[in-house]
């Protein structure tokens, strides 16, 4: 559609929205990490990474607000109209592909 001299009273874009995304999420020493930003490889020591309040794959409250960030994310983008994928990667020292690019509930899982 062309454009028009002044604003349209009935928008002209379509709503429907097709998207593959991938999340990337950052277990890197520095988010356990509370006094050693260097630190917190697998969560150890678990002294100064660890957080009791989640569990050991979690690892401290840092990366489950980084994972409930995730599931907002997903739960909003999932109510826009069309084909939708998701996928995730966790990196570290290294990275690994967490989700395969999948629906919603196989993501928020």
């Known amino acids: 559609l062309a454009p028009t001299a002044s604003p349209s009273s009935s928008p002209s874009c379509s709503k429907e929205v097709d998207f593959d995304i991938c999340f990337a999420l950052d277990m890197s020493g ?3 990490s509370k006094f050693n930003p260097i630190g917190c490889n697998s969560c150890n020591p678990f002294d100064e990474c660890r957080d009791f309040t989640v569990n050991l794959e979690t690892c401290c409250d840092n990366f489950r607000s980084i994972q409930d960030f995730t599931i907002d994310m997903v739960t909003a983008l999932d109510r826009f109209d069309g084909e939708k994928s998701y ?16 629906d ?6």
């Open 30 to 32: 520095s988010v356990c």
């Open 104 to 109: 919603k509930l196989s993501t928020i899982d």
């Open 87 to 102: 996928s995730m990667v966790q990196f570290a020292s290294g990275g690994t592909l967490e989700q395969f690019p999948g």
